[in-house]
């Protein structure tokens, strides 16, 4: 079992895909002068291939599993923020790892925000079609609707939630570091 005080030095982002955290995470790490990770990359980096192939060739469970031994690996380092998959909280034993060792930030933006971002991305395993083309319009939204309806309890459960809507990177790392001020060593 964790300390509150280690819990307090370790930080994991959660939301929707596209919803900052990769862009987020490193700049409040430096910000606080924790180490960074990005389970994504580091699971691209451990596969040698990016996420879209590693679901191609190996399919999700697999990559939820990866994820899982990562979220291990990492909840006992101090001094770290985390940048979680999207889907990351769904496996139960990696949302109690994430849970019991750290704080968990919620970046949060509406279904419409996210599609507006993620109509621009085109490397998103889980927004594709059987023959792994890229959603478009209505699909799109219609996905990315069921996800987050999937997920967002999950993403509720968070210590702290954050709108990552349009205020800029700045802004919203200013703010996780304003409510998380008296939380962190």
Known sequence: ????????????????????????????????????????????????????RVFRQKGEEYFRRKEKEWIRRISTRPRIVVSLGGGA??????????????????????PEQLFERLSRQIHRPLLTDEEGRFLRGAQLRGRIEELY?????????????VASEQAGVGITVDRILKKISHLVE
Not at 16 to 35: E, H, Q, V
Not at 149 to 161: G, I, K, N
């Open 89 to 110: 909280l769904v496996d139960p034993e990696s949302h109690r790892l994430v849970r019991q060792s750290g704080l968990l930030i919620y970046l949060a933006l509406t």
């Open 1 to 52: 079992m964790h300390s509150e005080t280690s819990k307090r030095n370790r930080i994991y982002l959660t939301g929707f895909m596209g919803s900052g955290k990769s862009t987020i995470g490193p700049i409040l790490a430096n910000c606080l002068g924790y180490d960074f990770v990005d389970l994504d990359r580091e699971i691209e980096n451990e596969e040698g291939g990016s996420i879209a």
């Open 149 to 161: 309806r999937e997920r967002h309890a999950l993403y509720e459960d968070a210590d702290l939630t």
